[in-house]
């Protein structure tokens, strides 16, 4: 099991649409502060703007969504997830690219994080 912790401006917000658009379960809410969400062996942390993990560093650095780091979620119909996302209105960082290992798509969660969606070859 892996578990991945991903800054989000609105806990409530990220947690429906990681259950309703991705299939995650939602495990446990602590307030608006943190949740668990989980899909097979990942546990998602999604940590708001007043969770622990949102603390500014001893250099004042702010920890905040988005970036390039991302899980991948894997999907036996890429397309077909695709089109039922773009219907939901969801954020796509690109078009669906092909490579040696599979395809994949990048999609935003409501915070900016990347999230890749990928169908193995």
């Known amino acids: 099991m892996a578990t991945v912790r991903c800054m989000v401006d609105d806990v409530?917000?990220?947690?429906?649409?990681?259950?309703?658009?991705l299939d995650f379960v939602?495990?446990?809410?602590?307030?608006?502060?943190?949740a668990i969400v989980r899909r097979g062996?990942?546990?998602?942390?999604?940590?708001?703007?007043?969770?622990?993990?949102?603390r500014p560093m001893p250099d004042g650095r702010q920890p905040e969504p988005g970036g390039w780091n991302r899980i991948v979620v894997t999907t036996e119909d890429l397309l077909a997830q695709v089109d039922r996302l773009r219907t939901?209105?969801?954020?796509?960082?690109n078009d669906v690219i092909e490579g040696p290992g599979g395809s994949q798509v990048l999609i935003e969660d409501p915070s900016g994080n990347p999230i890749e969606l990928f169908q193995p070859a």
Do not use: K
């Open 12 to 21: 409530a917000r990220c947690v429906a649409f990681y259950v309703d658009a």
């Open 26 to 34: 939602e495990i446990e809410r602590y307030g608006p502060a943190t």
């Open 41 to 54: 062996d990942l546990d998602l942390w999604l940590a708001g703007p007043i969770s622990s993990a949102a």
């Open 88 to 93: 939901a209105g969801v954020t796509f960082r």
